[in-house]
């Protein structure tokens, strides 16, 4: 269940989860940027085979920024539609919760993972031994509250930080984001976090950072679940990627 989404935001998401033809590269070939659509656990392979790196959080931030002053074909790709990144979110049945970067288990995603409700399972002991930014469930009640934020809330929300990597960048992308919804929607408010309540066995999902076109909120949901359809990765040429998901 979405919460916190209204049932007109939640209509206008299924149709954006439609959009193909996505234009990610000011020079087609070769394509630096590649989308794969569909189940994570099918496409995610075949980005692996190609040599791509999954695009992160902090990546597609970076690249959002980037394209600010190119293409309009471009920029709508980039800002107009949502993507699943290669960061997880690792429940936990306790309450906690933890951002990994550039999930290596989200890498190994196949046909055959085990998975709970689309959910990658996390056997005993994973959860503890991921590497990541943990917050408790404390923090999660205060952080991720399944609603729009304010600019200030959000440079000093420390799941968004965690994901950008970088303070700078975050405010930079914060200061982007919500100019545009302004603008384009005058809407004030962006950026929610949202996330699952607590599991009843431990699972990876995946962060999806969302189009700014849902009602101007550019949120960050953990509810990307690899085992069913809708997902959006972009691959990246390892080359690119290396300078891209530092």
């Given at each position: 269940?979405?919460?916190?989404?209204?049932?007109?935001?939640?209509l206008?998401?299924?149709?954006?989860?439609?959009?193909?033809?996505?234009?990610?590269?000011?020079?087609?070939?070769?394509?630096?940027?590649?989308?794969?659509?569909?189940?994570?656990?099918?496409?995610?392979?075949?980005?692996i085979?190609?040599?791509?790196?999954?695009?992160?959080?902090?990546?597609l931030?970076?690249?959002?920024?980037?394209?600010?002053?190119?293409?309009?074909?471009?920029?709508?790709?980039?800002?107009?539609?949502?993507?699943?990144?290669?960061?997880?979110?690792?429940?936990?049945?306790?309450?906690?919760?933890?951002?990994?970067?550039?999930?290596?288990?989200?890498?190994?995603?196949?046909?055959?993972?085990?998975?709970?409700?689309?959910?990658?399972?996390?056997?005993?002991?994973?959860?503890?031994?991921?590497?990541?930014?943990?917050?408790?469930?404390?923090?999660?009640?205060?952080?991720?509250?399944?609603?729009?934020?304010?600019?200030?809330?959000?440079?000093?929300?420390?799941?968004?930080?965690?994901?950008?990597?970088?303070?700078?960048?975050?405010?930079?992308?914060?200061?982007?984001?919500?100019?545009?919804?302004?603008?384009?929607?005058?809407?004030?408010?962006?950026?929610?976090?949202?996330?699952?309540?607590?599991?009843e066995?431990?699972?990876?999902?995946?962060?999806?950072?969302?189009?700014?076109?849902?009602?101007?909120?550019?949120?960050?949901?953990?509810y990307?679940?690899?085992?069913?359809?809708?997902?959006?990765?972009?691959?990246?040429?390892?080359?690119?990627?290396?300078?891209?998901?530092?």
């Amino acid at each position: 269940m979405l919460l916190g989404v209204s049932l007109k935001a939640k209509l206008v998401y299924r149709e954006i989860r439609k959009m193909t033809n996505l234009v990610l590269n000011y020079v087609p070939v070769p394509e630096t940027y590649k989308a794969f659509e569909g189940r994570n656990i099918d496409t995610m392979p075949e980005l692996i085979k190609e040599g791509r790196t999954p695009l992160s959080a902090q990546g597609l931030m970076e690249k959002r920024l980037q394209v600010l002053s190119g293409s309009d074909a471009v920029k709508d790709s980039w800002w107009n539609i949502y993507f699943d990144t290669g960061d997880g979110i690792a429940y936990h049945p306790d309450g906690r919760i933890k951002v990994v970067t550039d999930a290596e288990l989200l890498r190994g995603i196949n046909p055959k993972s085990r998975l709970n409700n689309g959910g990658l399972v996390l056997e005993d002991g994973v959860f503890d031994s991921l590497e990541g930014t943990e917050f408790s469930k404390n923090d999660v009640q205060r952080y991720a509250i399944n609603m729009t934020l304010t600019e200030a809330e959000v440079t000093q929300n420390p799941i968004w930080l965690a994901l950008a990597r970088d303070e700078g960048l975050l405010q930079e992308y914060v200061g982007a984001t919500f100019k545009q919804a302004q603008e384009r929607f005058n809407s004030y408010t962006n950026m929610g976090i949202y996330v699952y309540d607590a599991p009843e066995q431990a699972i990876m999902l995946t962060w999806v950072v969302n189009s700014i076109f849902i009602n101007g909120n550019s949120s960050a949901d953990g509810y990307g679940r690899p085992g069913e359809g809708g997902g959006r990765l972009v691959g990246v040429l390892e080359q690119e990627a290396n300078i891209t998901n530092k």
